[in-house]
């Protein structure tokens, strides 16, 4: 089965115990991050500098991605571009369950409802098929630990993680500092072309700004 690149950062961050998703917010940038590299990979929208361009609005056959372009085609408002940043920061709140939706449909999480403490609505996704999720790390671990040569879609992703630091996530119990720097290497190849590598370029730039706004809330 193959999966879009937000189903792949959804179920890396699902933990196995509680079905719930770990660093929700850093996930929510790379979930939307990965929707839209998908439309760009797919010749739907095209990103030059900080601008995105909805070029394309047919649709893809992926349900995620198809319901992404509508959303993007009414956000837009008419205009030939707007900023990536705008559009990650419109998405990032709502990416993750779309990608969580999908993942479910296709039998790959199931969705449980319960209340904590009698009150709260609490819904977690845990794995029905555990198959996909050991596939995709022994996919990451061939290229990221093992040196394979990555495809167009294996080094997007690890550009992802990369981006939003997500490396505890990939990798759990491996340095950070070991670990990023294989992944920076992947991030800056030139296995992508300039409209991908804007994307994730501005992905960074909005991670980072988000970042800092999160830490100067805290204190």
């Known amino acids: 089965m193959t999966i879009t690149l937000a189903e792949e950062i959804t179920l890396l961050s699902l933990d196995d115990a509680s079905g719930s998703v770990k660093q929700r917010q850093l996930v929510g940038w790379a979930v939307a991050g990965g929707i839209l590299l998908e439309l760009v990979l797919a010749g739907r929208v095209v990103v030059t500098g900080k601008y995105l361009e909805l070029v394309d609005t047919s649709p893809t056959g992926e349900e995620l991605l198809d319901g992404r372009i509508e959303v993007m085609q009414t956000w837009m408002r008419g205009r030939s ?47 029905a098929d555990g198959t996909i999720e050991r596939a995709l790390r022994e996919r990451l671990a061939s290229v990221v630990l093992k ?47 300039e409209s991908v590598r804007s994307a994730i370029r501005d992905m960074q730039m909005a991670v980072a700004a988000i970042t800092v706004v999160t830490v100067a809330t805290a204190g």
């Open 147 to 193: 040196g394979t040569e990555p495809d167009e879609r294996t080094a997007s992703l690890v550009a992802l993680i990369h981006a939003a630091k997500l490396h505890g996530l990939a990798f759990p119990g491996r340095p950070r500092k070991e670990i990023s720097a294989r992944t920076a290497e992947i991030a800056g190849g030139q296995w992508a072309t």
């Open 81 to 127: 571009k707007r900023r990536v940043t705008d559009w990650l920061m419109k998405d990032q709140a709502k990416a993750i369950a779309a990608a969580v939706e999908r993942l479910s449909g296709r039998g790959v999480v199931v969705e449980e409802r319960r209340k904590a403490l009698g009150v709260f609505r609490v819904r977690r996704y845990p794995e």
